[in-house]
């Protein structure tokens, strides 16, 4: 998860594990790991997301957690312009440290209609350049938050270890069927 500070990353991966809405900023210091549960076509998996700082001053430690990641969720501020033009320098740092993985952009805070500056049609022309999905949530108002586990489950080849009494498989999604 990276993107400017202030835009709202550890607020989204707070609400993707059910937790209260805070109104106060407290920005990230380094990053931090979040396991968040799925329901993956009846099973439960997990994502283990870590939740970066916007901050300048901890821009040198990203790639620690760019490298070995499956994809990136990049996310800017609707309401923030400089946060959007932002994307673009968080993609190339991400490709330059993880290479050419999928890329999931998240524009937020849609609930903030009066101060929205970003239009739909301008941020789905940025993630279509950078063959990027697109998404608009809230996490104020919870407004799609389930299109991200979800896009990211399309995006990105799943480990999947099913535990049986004799047995632990460990299968990826490319060869699981599941709906
Ligand atoms: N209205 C509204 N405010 C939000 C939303 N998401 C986050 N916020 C607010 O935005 C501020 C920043 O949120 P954080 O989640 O801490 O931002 P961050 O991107 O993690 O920032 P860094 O850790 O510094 O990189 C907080 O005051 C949140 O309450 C949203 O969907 N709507
Ligand atoms: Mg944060």
Not at 14 to 19: G, I, S
């Amino acid at each position: 998860m990276i993107g400017d500070p202030n835009v709202g990353k550890t607020t989204i991966c707070n609400a993707l594990l059910n937790m209260e809405f805070t109104k106060d900023y407290k920005p990230t210091i380094g990053a931090s790991l979040m396991k968040i549960p799925f329901n993956y076509g009846g099973k439960m998996i997990w994502y283990y997301i870590w939740d970066t700082a916007g901050m300048e001053r901890y821009k040198a430690l990203a790639p620690v957690y760019y490298r070995g990641s499956k994809a990136a969720i990049i996310t800017f501020d609707l309401t923030s312009r400089t946060s959007f033009d932002n994307v673009v320098s968080w993609i190339n740092l991400y490709h330059e440290n993880a290479g050419n993985n999928p890329l999931l952009i998240l524009g937020n805070k849609s609930d903030l209609i009066d101060h929205r500056c970003i239009d739909h049609s301008e941020a789905i022309a940025l993630a279509d350049k950078y063959n990027a999905k697109y998404v608009e949530v809230s996490a104020f108002s919870k407004s799609n938050l389930g299109e991200i586990l979800s896009s990211l489950s399309n995006m990105v080849d799943l480990l999947i270890i099913e535990h049986n009494s004799n047995t632990n498989q460990i299968k990826s999604s490319a060869d699981t069927s599941c709906c």
